[in-house]
């Protein structure tokens, strides 16, 4: 049943578009019931095994979940017009010495260190070509879960154009982990600092280990078969470069014993910068490959282990939103569109669990009761509250509450067009608030209103702030407010962002062009940002101006290193009322909120961006009689398609 449920989800998935390698973990977590593993998924790379069933049963008791081992002996050289390749000698050893679980689970190949596909010498290269063909091919026959492929230089094009065509090879799903050093061998500290200190006040062009990845895998296509083993190094490069890696598909973190200091103790550990980014890597479920000998024998190669184990058992508690979030990270969801569609109870409940944003509304609704009548009159005077769009009533339970507080005498209608939603607040009218409120079964732009209110307030803020069309309801719903009347919300500003998200980019797949001109609500993990948000588009209520929800704007970001940029993501913040806010925006977001995630509106093609290249968006919210919905484009450093024009992907129906 498990495999079968199991089979259901991939194929789903993948007929969406937006299913990846990846999701398996958290798809067979979810399943068993597990929320998260309790201790890492961790590695080590061995160089030489006489007996690999030995070596298995050493490393499982040492604490490590798979071994990394040659395909072949590294010092196997095969000449395939040689005498070696006349030998009657068997490649390597026989698929029989483990069983067929442990070769597609515990064993992740590694080819051999003298391939040289990009040697100026044809007869190197094309006897590395005939080499690696016959190792990937008895890795595919193992079913080996990964192949680990090293790049020594940013001369790869040749390895790269061979690996695309093993993993367009619809027979095999084997992966290909990429291992690039993280900082090159021959860029020293000493090196860096002198580079620093020449262009303090300029933007560097130095070709960094990045771009011998971005090369390898832009020729790959972006396959999602193809992913990035990174080799630690001792002098970790600047926040900026490690920001970059993180935003690249890390599947796995090689790190070299050599790293490790010894503590007063004896035992091995790392240094602090190399603690944070491990556990920086950790949240995105990299797992950690020990290489290298040992150096601390009297302790074993079990210590590294569990030092690198106790680093996962200790690391900072899931914050609620990433408790929240657990499961969705970097997963593509379509928004919500609540006035097309009627909501459903599971909906509702997910989003009144939220410990933030109804205490924030409660707030503004307080301050608001309190400033609109005085102490003297709060006896004789009944405010009118309208709560439109009330869903199941966590705004109208928020208003009784501030009321209470403000000891302030509220009227308030419940106003809601989902008919569902409504059966709920009529029990909860006959259950707990009496006459105190009246429920209303009515689309807000239609209903009218026996009386006016003195304050109106409404909880339809999507992800980029107005895209479940806020302004158009509230533009609506203003009729019945009073002259003077307050609106909670009273103004929110949507926020763009340039974003690097190749695996959010390869999620799309090769599907429609629709796919690449439809925003999608996602939990921003493996990404880089790449500049500052800034301000898209502002709506005030109430509008009494009435001039129009159609907007366009025009934003320049400084971008300060090298990088690939698939998209935009968009972030909103908002006043309630006085001065309670809230936020999505990453410098500013409000602590423990989860109601919204980001979103990402991809391109359809990823454009390179040079450090010091002033990078420009534009941005249009078009709005007709049936439908709103946005474009979008880059106009410098290169002019890209204009996104979505018309609405023909995708559109907000009014």
Sequence with gaps: QFLFALSSVVKLHRESHTFSIFDLQDVCIAMSGRSTRSSVSAGRELFSLPDIAVAVHDSLNAGYDFIVSPIVHPRFYRNWRGPSALRSDPLTRSDMLLSSSDWNSIIVGKTSPWLRLDSADSTIRTNSEHALQD?????????????????????????????????????????VWVRIPMVAQSHSSETRESETQNHDDSHSTRPTTWHWWNTFRTLCDNSKRVGLALEVSADLPDEAELAQWCGEPVRAAFLPTTLFLTNKKGFPVLSKCHQMFLQRLYKMDVQPVLCGSCHHPEKGMQTYHQYINHLHQTMTPPDAIETFAKGYEDFLQNPLQPLMDN??????????KDPVKYTQYQKALYHALVERVSDDERDIIMIVVMVVGAGRG????????????????VKVYAIEKNPNAVITLQNMVLDE?????????????????PEKADILVSELLGSFADNELSPECLDGAQLFLKDDGISIPCQYTSYVAPLSAPKLHAELGKGNDSDYETPYVVMLRNVCVLSTPQPCFTFK??????????????FSFVVTQDSLMHGVAGYFDTTLYGSVTLSTVPTTHSPG??????????????????????????????CSSKKVW???????????????????SYSIGL
């Design 630 to 648: 946005y474009e979008w484009c880059m106009s410098e450093p290169v002019p890209g398609p204009l996104h979505n024009s018309k609405g023909r």
């Design 135 to 175: 190792e990937l091919r008895y890795a595919s026959h193992l079913s080996h879960p990964a192949v680990v492929v090293s790049v020594r230089d940013g001369e790869c094009h040749n390895l790269a154009r061979f690996i695309s065509e093993f993993v367009q090879d619809p027979h095999s799903s084997v992966q």
């Design 541 to 554: 209520h109430p509008n009494w101006g009435d001039k129009g929800n159609n907007r366009y704007g025009s």
């Design 394 to 409: 966590p705004l109208v339970r928020a208003a009784m509450a501030a009321a209470e507080r403000a000891r302030r005498l």
């Design 593 to 622: 909120m989860f109601s919204w995630f980001p979103i990402y509106f991809p391109f359809k093609t990823p454009v390179y961006i040079r450090a010091g290249n002033v990078v420009t968006i534009r941005f249009w919210r078009r």
């Design 433 to 449: 608030w009496g006459d105190r409120v009246s429920v209303v079964s009515c689309d807000m732009r239609e209903w009218k209103a």
């Design 343 to 352: 909501l459903e109870s599971h909906t509702y409940e997910v989003f009144e």
